[in-house]
């Protein structure tokens, strides 16, 4: 007996055993039940994902002597000679060889008669985008306005090709790519069935080839099993289906990851010596990555399509580098994925984009020297590839970044500012004197509110005098006193009161005489409000970064007090 190849044994006959289209295959069925038969529908997506075999299903479900039925019996006459091909109401065309517009005039005559003995006349055409214009307009009439027992299906893999006049004639199905999680339990019944023996590895390497195709991930199966007596190991299929050697990959991300250019660059020159395609490297090493990246997020070492030892090594190396450098060199490699694509000097191409990854331990993080870590100390030094072999962690632990946002009062569970302790936190020294005091006041009040604290910046003066705080406001300025005097910010003033100098201290306002300065006044406030400006997590951060020093505090308006 003639020996017939997987991906024609395995067809599915039905809609039950179409793989990864529920969506389409519920639409189809519930359409078949209902009897909603539209007069003409369009199947998209790449190839091998089941758009002729749904037509072929669809077209027996329609003239099965059982029918329309969800699902064709396969047994009757019109099902088995639909299977064989050989049944004259159902006419297959391929649009490749049938694209002028006399041969569609000529089939567009010929459908005007009815059916010779099933249901329906059924009209697959395939690979449609191959009409020429002439020959999409000769088809528009009858496919607008067909007679009552004709129904036409359309499949393509180029639908952005097809004309809208047709597209809106048309009930249009995407069929999509098949996850390789069901092509690989596909591969595995057609395993048990056939007697071949492999791995789920092997499997979920074909699967990976096949890119969605079942068709081609069978066929690659298919041939495997041929070269290997009908068992397919690992080695073979990742040699077979053009995979490389993975010591080569975990070699350049070694490399990439301690900053080995050396390393890098052996790595290129060895894949120009084995007349390997550079795109298709680039292309691999990017998946291998990928894998590397997930497994840093915790993923299961068994579930990335490589073999056992090397999965657990590369899960080890992904621990030791970290999620974020992997990302981070992921994104690099992706950035000049296009440039390698199109480089006519594609080894060139991919020794650039591999050095430039290399480059990427000698940069300084933004935290680092925001933390003060300086660049050349261990802790911010790249990882040596001793460290990444022993799984030793790639980056050493930073010091926590300090907070740059600005104090925030804390806030009650009903949204309410929420009142502070009359006493200062226990171990805190108090303040030694009233200058300190002062600063320490202005503190608190920024803590509580920082609005109230830009108010206060605008008194002529402030001092301790008698037991009590005094604030003297510019003469013949009545807003300044009636917002320290509002309700909520008088118990802002007297909470931070409190805490700088006990329970109990009081303030008071008085209006000055508008003829001196506030340093004329007061010299130690303008140096009270230097500090308190130096203070600030945010300006400290500024200073420490750029080495600078703040030398006067000069005021421009005022801050809102919301």
Not at 78 to 101: F, N, Q
Not at 307 to 318: F, N, Q
Not at 337 to 348: M, Y
Request: proline share 7%.
């Amino acid at each position: 007996m003639t020996y017939q190849v997987l991906a024609r044994k395995w067809r599915p006959q039905n809609f039950s055993s179409l793989v990864g289209q529920q969506p389409i295959v519920t639409a189809l069925r519930n359409a078949l039940k209902e009897g909603r038969i539209a007069q003409a529908y369009l199947f998209s997506g790449i190839r091998g994902v089941g758009k002729t075999t749904a037509a072929r299903v669809l077209a027996k479900a329609l003239n099965c002597e059982r029918g329309p039925a969800a699902d064709p019996c396969n047994e009757c006459m019109p099902c088995l000679e639909i299977t064989r091909g050989s049944d004259l109401d159902v006419i297959e065309v391929d649009a490749a060889t049938y694209s002028k517009v006399e041969q569609v005039r000529e089939l567009t005559e010929s459908l005007r008669y009815g059916p010779a003995r099933d249901r329906y006349k059924v009209v697959v055409l395939d690979e449609i985008h191959r009409l020429s214009r002439q020959a999409f307009d000769a088809l528009l009439k009858i496919v607008e306005e067909p007679p009552p027992h004709l129904v036409f299906i359309f499949a393509t893999t180029e639908i952005e090709a097809v004309p809208a006049t047709i597209l809106s004639r048309c009930q249009e199905f995407h069929f999509r790519r098949v996850p390789t999680a069901e092509v690989v339990a596909l591969l595995a019944d057609i395993c048990r069935s056939e007697g071949i023996a492999a791995s789920e590895t092997a499997l979920r390497l074909i699967a990976r080839a096949g890119e969605g195709s079942v068709r081609d991930s069978v066929a690659l199966l298919d041939q495997l099993a041929t070269f290997g007596s009908g068992t397919i190991s690992d080695e073979e299929a990742i040699r077979l289906l053009g995979g490389l050697d993975t010591a080569l990959f975990s070699r350049v991300l070694h490399g990439m990851l301690a900053g080995d250019r050396a390393a890098v660059a052996a790595a290129v020159a060895m894949v120009e010596d084995e007349g390997w395609d550079p795109r298709h490297v680039y292309g691999q090493f990017l998946a291998y990555c990928r894998d590397a990246l997930h497994l840093a997020m915790g993923g299961d070492p068994g579930q990335v399509d490589l073999p056992g030892e090397e999965a657990t090594a590369l899960a080890a190396t992904a621990k030791a580098s970290g999620y974020e450098n992997l990302l981070r060199l992921l994104q690099q490699l992706l950035a000049s994925e296009q440039t390698v694509r199109r480089s006519e000097a594609g080894a060139l191409a991919v020794e650039i984009a591999w050095l430039r990854a290399a480059e990427l331990p000698k940069l300084v993080r933004i935290e680092e020297l925001l933390a003060g870590i300086p660049p050349g100390s261990p802790r911010a030094r790249a990882p040596a590839a001793a460290d990444l072999a022993a799984g030793r962690p790639a980056f050493r632990p930073r010091a926590p970044v300090p907070s740059v946002e600005a104090p925030k009062p804390r806030l009650a569970a009903a949204g309410r500012e929420e009142p502070a302790e009359d006493e200062p936190p226990p171990g805190a020294a108090p303040p030694a004197n009233d200058e300190e005091r002062l600063l320490a006041f202005l503190q608190e009040v920024s803590k509580l509110k920082q609005p109230l604290a830009a108010h206060l910046e605008g008194a002529e003066d402030l001092r301790f005098a008698e037991g009590r705080l005094v604030i003297v406001y510019p003469p013949g300025d009545p807003w300044l006193p009636q917002k320290l005097e509002r309700g909520s910010n008088r118990e802002v003033l007297e909470q931070a009161l409190a805490r700088s100098w006990g329970a109990g201290t009081a303030f008071k306002l008085i209006e000055g005489s508008g003829q001196r300065t506030v340093a004329e006044a007061s010299p130690g406030l303008s140096t009270v409000k230097l500090e308190l400006v130096e203070a600030n997590p945010i300006i400290q951060t500024v200073l420490d970064i750029f080495g600078g020093r703040v030398a006067e505090v000069e005021e421009h308006g005022s801050l809102p007090e919301d």
